[in-house]
C-alpha cells in the first residue's frame, strides 16, 4: 500500500476519504481538538487512542498533531506521553513555543522531563494565577495577570516580570516578591493612590523596569530607574523618597499638599524632570510675590534653570529700576527659584529671602511693563535654552551665537570652522545639543563628525557621554529608513537618563531641520509629560515644513500668536494641557486637517476653530480623570456650519446638554461621539445628517422616552450604527 493510500485510510474515521497528506492531517488534528474543546463532552478513552491511532502517522507533515496528541494525553493522564508527544514535536520543527505558552499543560511543568525540552527557550508566558499556582510556584518567572486573589502572589518567589491589571491591594503584594525585575502594571486605581505602597515598590532591590498605567497616570520605566538612581545617589530620606514618589506618580493622596515648602524646594534638586515639574507645580500656589511687588533698588537673584534668556531679564528689571544681582545683598528683595538650583534656593529661604517662581515674576514684570520676555537663555542657562539661530552675519560678536549658526550652517565647510574654531579656542556652553546633531549627520565627512564627537567627550558630563555611548549610539537617525518613533523615543530616554544636561526638545527639533523633509523629518511629537513648558520654544516656528505637530501633556498654557508659520501642518495634537484659548494666528493653518484639543481647559471654543474650513478630524473630548482637572464645555457656538469638511467629532465626557442646529449642515460629518455627555434629548435633525454613519451614546444622560427611541430607529433605518445603553434600542 502507497503512503498516499495509508493516508487516505487513516483519515476515514473522521468523514470519509482524503485524497492528499496535509488535507487528511489537518482533519485528523482538527478531530483530536474536538476531544478537549471548551464545550466538549468527558473524553472517551476508546474514542481518543482510535483518533490518536490514526493521527499520529501524520505528524512529520503536520506537526501541529503532536501539540493536540499532547492535550488528548494529558486529559487522559499520560504525563509521559506527553513528553513524548512534545520531543516528537521539536524533531519535526514544530512551535513548540505554542505548547510552552498552552495554558491547559501548565502542570506538567512539574514532570521532571517536561521542563528540559524547553530549556532553549525563554520561560513560558503565564496567563492567569490558576495556571502559574498548578505548574508550581517555582517554575514561575513570567506571569500576565488580570483582577485576582493577590495572595497566591506570593507563593511565586522565582517570578521576575509580570504583566498585571491590578489594583491597591496587588502593590502592597507586588512590593513583596523577591526577585521581582520587570513590572508593567494597568488598572483603574481609586484616587488617591497609595503614596506609601508605591514608595515601596519603587525600592524593589531587584526592580529594573517599571511601567506604571492607570487612569490618568503614566509612568515610564526611564523615569523610574532615574527616581531610583536620584534616591541611591543623594541618599534621600524616608520623607523625601515619599514626597518624590508622590509628585512623580501625581498620587493626589496629599502628600505633596502636605509637604513644607523647603521640601518642594529641595525636590526641585531632583534627578528626576518629572519630579521637579510637578513640584513647581504645587509650589506654584505656595509661593508669593512679597507684599508691595518689587520697588526701585531692589535687587532679584536667581536660584536655578529658567526659560527666559537673563539678558532680557536684566533689561526689564532696568526699566523698574531693579537689578540683578549675582549675589545676596543689603538690597536683595527676593529670589526667583528654579530647577536644578543645587542648593542655592535652600540656602536663600534659610537667609530669609522671599522666593518666588519666574511665572511670579512674569506676571510682576507684565503688570508693571505689559511685554512678553522673549528670547530663551544662551550659554546652558535653561531647559529650553537658545533659539534656533539667526544667519551668521546676526551673530554680531558672541561667540557662542556665531558657533552656534556655523554648527547648523547646511554648508560643511562652515560646520568643519566651527568644530575646528570650537577645539583650538575652547566650547562656550549651550551647544551640546548642535555637536550631537553633528556627531550624528551621517552625510558629513569623517574629521568634522570624529571632531564634535571628541569636543562632546571634552565637554559633556560623564552621564551625557554614557547615554550617548550607548542607545543612542546605535540609532542613525539620518538614514533614509531611519523610524521615527525609535529616534524620538531614544532623545526622550536620553534627557531622563541625563536629567539637566540638554534640552531634549531642542535636540528634537534640530534633528529634523537638519533632515530632508521624510517622512520624520516633517514630525515633531513631544508628550508623556517627559518635557514641561508652559509656552512654545520659539525655534519650533522655524520648522516650516512640519506637517504633524504633537505637543501632549506638557503644561502648554497658550500657543504663540505666530503658530501660522507653520503653515504646512496637517496634523495638530495639543491634548492634555492648560490651554484656555487659542491665538487668530490659527487660521493661517489652511492645510490643517486633524485638530485634537481633548483635556484642556476651554470654557467655551475658541470661535478660530470655526475658521478652519478645512478640518477633518476636531476633538474636544475629555478623558482626563487626574489633577490638574479639565474645564467643561457646557455649550456649543452655533458655528458647526462652518465646518462642512468635518468628517469626526469627538465631544465625549463634555457637559454638553444641547447641541446647536448648525451641526445638521455637516454634510461631511461621518463620527460623532457623544459618550458620557449629558444630553438628554436627541435632536431630530441627527437622522438628517446625510453621511453621518457612527454615533456613540454610551453613558450619556439620554432619556429612555419614545422621542429618542424614534431619533435612533430612524438613524438605524438610515443604516447608521448608533450604540446606547438605552435597553433594546
Given at each position: 500500500m502507497?503512503?498516499?493510500?495509508?493516508?487516505?485510510d487513516?483519515?476515514?474515521?473522521?468523514?470519509?476519504?482524503?485524497?492528499?497528506a496535509?488535507?487528511?492531517?489537518?482533519t485528523?488534528?482538527?478531530?483530536?481538538?474536538?476531544?478537549?474543546?471548551?464545550?466538549?463532552?468527558p473524553?472517551?478513552?476508546a474514542?481518543a487512542?482510535?483518533?490518536?491511532a490514526?493521527?499520529?502517522?501524520?505528524?512529520?507533515?503536520?506537526p501541529?498533531?503532536f501539540?493536540c496528541?499532547?492535550?488528548?494525553?494529558f486529559?487522559?493522564g499520560e504525563?509521559d506521553r506527553?513528553?513524548?508527544?512534545?520531543?516528537?514535536g521539536?524533531?519535526?520543527?514544530?512551535?513548540?513555543?505554542l505548547?510552552?505558552d498552552?495554558?491547559?499543560l501548565a502542570?506538567m511543568?512539574?514532570?521532571?522531563g517536561?521542563a528540559?525540552?524547553?530549556?532553549?527557550?525563554?520561560?513560558?508566558l503565564?496567563?492567569?494565577?490558576k495556571?502559574?499556582?498548578a505548574?508550581?510556584?517555582?517554575?514561575?518567572r513570567?506571569l500576565?495577570?488580570?483582577?485576582?486573589?493577590?495572595?497566591g502572589?506570593r507563593?511565586?518567589?522565582?517570578?521576575e516580570?509580570?504583566?498585571v491589571w491590578?489594583?491597591e491591594d496587588a502593590?502592597?503584594v507586588?512590593?513583596?516578591?523577591?526577585?521581582?525585575?520587570?513590572?508593567?502594571f494597568?488598572?483603574?486605581?481609586?484616587?488617591?493612590l497609595p503614596?506609601?505602597?508605591?514608595?515601596r515598590l519603587?525600592?524593589?532591590?531587584?526592580l529594573e523596569e517599571l511601567?506604571?498605567?492607570?487612569d490618568?497616570v503614566?509612568?515610564?520605566?526611564?523615569?523610574?530607574?532615574a527616581?531610583r538612581?536620584?534616591f541611591?545617589?543623594?541618599?534621600r530620606s524616608?520623607?523625601?523618597?515619599l514626597?518624590?514618589?508622590a509628585l512623580l506618580?501625581?498620587?493626589g493622596?496629599?502628600?505633596?499638599e502636605r509637604a513644607?515648602?523647603?521640601?518642594l524646594?529641595a525636590?526641585?534638586?531632583?534627578?528626576v524632570p518629572a519630579v521637579?515639574?510637578?513640584?513647581?507645580?504645587?509650589?506654584?500656589d505656595?509661593l508669593?510675590?512679597?507684599?508691595g511687588?518689587?520697588?526701585?533698588?531692589?535687587?532679584?537673584?536667581l536660584a536655578g534653570?529658567?526659560n527666559?534668556?537673563?539678558?532680557?531679564?536684566a533689561?526689564r528689571l532696568?526699566a523698574?529700576?531693579a537689578?540683578?544681582?549675582?549675589r545676596?545683598?543689603?538690597?536683595?528683595r527676593?529670589a526667583?527659584v528654579?530647577e536644578?538650583?543645587?542648593?542655592?534656593?535652600?540656602?536663600h529661604?534659610d537667609?530669609?529671602?522671599?522666593?518666588?517662581?519666574?511665572?511670579h515674576?512674569?506676571d510682576?514684570?507684565?503688570?508693571a511693563?505689559?511685554q512678553p520676555l522673549?528670547?530663551?537663555?544662551?550659554?546652558?542657562?535653561g531647559?529650553l535654552d537658545?533659539?534656533?539661530p539667526e544667519?551668521?552675519?546676526?551673530?554680531?560678536h558672541d561667540p557662542?551665537?556665531?558657533?552656534r549658526a556655523?554648527?547648523?550652517?547646511?554648508?560643511?565647510?562652515d560646520?568643519?570652522?566651527?568644530?575646528?574654531?570650537a577645539?583650538?579656542d575652547?566650547?562656550?556652553a549651550?551647544?551640546?545639543e548642535?555637536?550631537i546633531v553633528?556627531?550624528?549627520?551621517?552625510r558629513?565627512?569623517?574629521?568634522?563628525?570624529?571632531g564634535?564627537?571628541?569636543?562632546?567627550?571634552?565637554h559633556a558630563?560623564a552621564a551625557?557621554?554614557?547615554?550617548?555611548?550607548?542607545?543612542?549610539?546605535?540609532?542613525?537617525?539620518?538614514?533614509?529608513?531611519?523610524?521615527?518613533?525609535?529616534?524620538m523615543?531614544?532623545v526622550h530616554?536620553l534627557v531622563?537618563?541625563c536629567?539637566?544636561t540638554?534640552?531634549?526638545?531642542?535636540?528634537?527639533t534640530?534633528l529634523?531641520?537638519?533632515r530632508?523633509?521624510?517622512?520624520?523629518?516633517?514630525?515633531?511629537?513631544?508628550?508623556g509629560?517627559?518635557?514641561?513648558f508652559?509656552h512654545l520654544?520659539?525655534?519650533?516656528?522655524?520648522?516650516?515644513g512640519?506637517?504633524?505637530l504633537?505637543?501632549e501633556?506638557?503644561?502648554?498654557?497658550e500657543?504663540p500668536?505666530?503658530?501660522g508659520?507653520?503653515?504646512?501642518?496637517s496634523?495638530l495634537?495639543?491634548g492634555?494641557?492648560?490651554l484656555?484659548?487659542?491665538?487668530a494666528?490659527l487660521?493661517?493653518?489652511?492645510?490643517l486637517?486633524?485638530?485634537d484639543?481633548s483635556?484642556?481647559h476651554?470654557v467655551?471654543v475658541?470661535?478660530v476653530?470655526?475658521e478652519?474650513?478645512?478640518?477633518?478630524?476636531?476633538?474636544l473630548a475629555v478623558s482626563?480623570?487626574?489633577?490638574?482637572?479639565?474645564?467643561?464645555?457646557?455649550?456649543?457656538?452655533?458655528?458647526?456650519h462652518?465646518?462642512?469638511?468635518?468628517?469626526h467629532l469627538?465631544?465625549?465626557?463634555?457637559?454638553l446638554v444641547?447641541?446647536?442646529?448648525?451641526?445638521?449642515?455637516?454634510?461631511?460629518?461621518?463620527?460623532?461621539?457623544?459618550?458620557?455627555t449629558r444630553?438628554?434629548?436627541?435632536?431630530?435633525?441627527?437622522?438628517?445628517?446625510?453621511?453621518?454613519?457612527?454615533?456613540?451614546?454610551e453613558g450619556?444622560?439620554?432619556?429612555?422616552?419614545?422621542?429618542n427611541?424614534?431619533v435612533?430607529?430612524?438613524?438605524?433605518?438610515?443604516?447608521?450604527?448608533v450604540r446606547?445603553?438605552?435597553?433594546d434600542a
Open positions: 502507497s503512503a498516499e493510500e495509508r493516508t487516505t487513516d483519515a476515514r474515521p473522521f468523514g470519509g476519504p482524503v485524497t492528499s496535509i488535507p487528511a492531517a489537518k485528523c488534528c482538527t478531530a483530536l481538538e474536538e476531544l478537549y474543546q471548551e464545550n466538549a463532552d473524553i472517551d478513552p474514542l487512542r482510535t483518533r490518536l490514526a493521527a499520529l502517522p501524520h505528524g512529520a507533515v503536520y501541529k498533531i501539540h496528541a499532547a492535550r488528548v494525553y486529559a487522559l504525563r506527553v513528553v513524548e508527544m512534545v520531543a516528537a521539536e524533531r519535526n520543527d514544530g512551535s513548540i513555543w505548547i510552552r498552552d495554558m491547559a502542570p511543568w512539574q514532570h521532571p517536561y528540559g525540552l524547553f530549556a532553549h527557550l525563554d520561560p513560558p503565564f496567563a492567569g494565577l495556571a502559574a499556582l505548574a508550581g510556584p517555582e517554575v514561575v513570567r500576565k495577570l488580570g483582577i485576582s486573589p493577590w495572595d502572589l507563593a511565586l518567589v522565582n517570578l516580570q509580570i504583566d491590578g489594583d502593590l502592597e507586588l512590593a513583596e516578591l523577591p526577585r521581582l525585575a520587570r513590572l508593567t494597568r488598572g483603574h486605581l481609586h484616587r488617591p503614596t506609601a505602597a508605591l514608595t519603587v525600592q524593589v532591590p531587584t511601567t506604571f498605567e492607570v490618568g503614566a509612568v515610564r520605566p526611564g523615569q523610574v530607574r527616581l538612581a536620584d541611591a545617589r543623594q541618599d524616608p520623607q523625601e523618597r514626597l518624590h514618589v506618580f501625581d498620587t493622596d496629599a502628600t505633596a513644607g515648602v523647603r521640601d524646594v525636590a526641585l534638586d531632583a534627578g521637579r515639574s510637578a513640584a513647581q507645580r504645587v509650589l506654584a505656595r508669593t510675590v512679597p507684599e511687588g518689587l520697588r526701585r533698588g531692589d535687587g532679584v537673584l534653570k529658567i527666559t534668556d537673563r539678558a532680557a531679564l533689561d532696568a523698574l529700576g537689578t540683578l544681582d549675582r545676596p545683598g543689603p538690597a536683595t527676593l526667583v528654579g536644578q538650583h543645587r542648593g542655592r534656593a535652600l540656602a529661604l537667609a530669609g529671602i522671599p522666593l518666588i517662581l519666574e511665572s515674576l512674569r510682576v514684570l507684565d503688570a511693563v505689559p522673549s528670547g530663551t537663555a544662551g550659554a546652558g542657562q531647559l537658545g533659539a534656533v544667519p551668521l552675519p546676526g551673530a554680531g557662542a551665537a556665531r558657533l556655523l554648527l547648523t550652517s547646511p554648508d560643511q565647510a560646520i568643519k570652522a566651527a568644530v575646528d574654531l577645539r583650538k575652547g566650547l562656550p549651550g551647544l551640546l548642535e555637536l553633528v556627531w550624528k549627520d551621517t558629513l565627512g569623517r574629521p568634522v563628525r570624529g564634535a564627537q571628541k569636543l562632546l567627550a571634552e558630563p551625557l557621554n554614557a547615554a550617548l555611548a550607548g542607545a543612542f549610539a546605535r540609532t542613525n537617525v539620518f538614514r533614509e529608513t531611519a523610524d521615527s518613533w525609535d529616534v523615543s531614544t530616554d531622563e537618563e536629567p539637566g540638554i534640552d531634549g526638545v531642542r535636540l528634537l534640530l529634523i531641520a537638519r530632508d523633509a521624510g517622512p520624520f523629518g516633517r514630525r515633531l511629537d513631544v508628550r509629560g517627559w518635557m514641561t508652559t520654544p520659539s525655534y519650533v516656528l522655524e520648522l516650516t512640519l506637517d504633524h504633537r505637543v501633556q506638557a503644561g502648554l498654557v500657543l500668536g505666530d503658530i508659520r507653520l503653515a504646512g501642518l496634523i495634537d495639543l492634555n494641557n492648560l484656555t484659548t487659542l491665538p494666528g487660521a493661517e493653518l489652511r492645510d486637517r486633524k485638530l484639543l483635556n484642556n476651554f467655551r475658541p470661535e476653530v470655526f478652519l474650513s478645512g478640518l477633518r478630524q476636531l476633538s482626563n480623570w487626574s489633577e490638574p482637572w479639565p474645564a467643561y464645555l457646557t455649550e456649543l457656538p452655533d458655528l458647526f462652518e465646518l462642512t469638511g468635518l468628517a469627538d465631544l465625549s465626557h463634555q457637559h444641547t447641541l446647536p442646529e448648525s451641526m445638521g449642515a455637516m454634510s461631511n460629518l461621518t463620527s460623532l461621539n457623544l459618550r458620557g444630553l438628554r434629548r436627541l435632536p431630530s435633525w441627527l437622522a438628517d445628517v446625510p453621511k453621518l454613519g457612527h454615533l456613540y451614546l450619556a444622560a439620554v432619556d429612555d422616552d419614545r422621542a427611541r424614534d435612533i430607529a430612524r438613524l438605524r433605518a438610515a443604516r447608521v450604527d446606547t445603553d438605552l435597553p
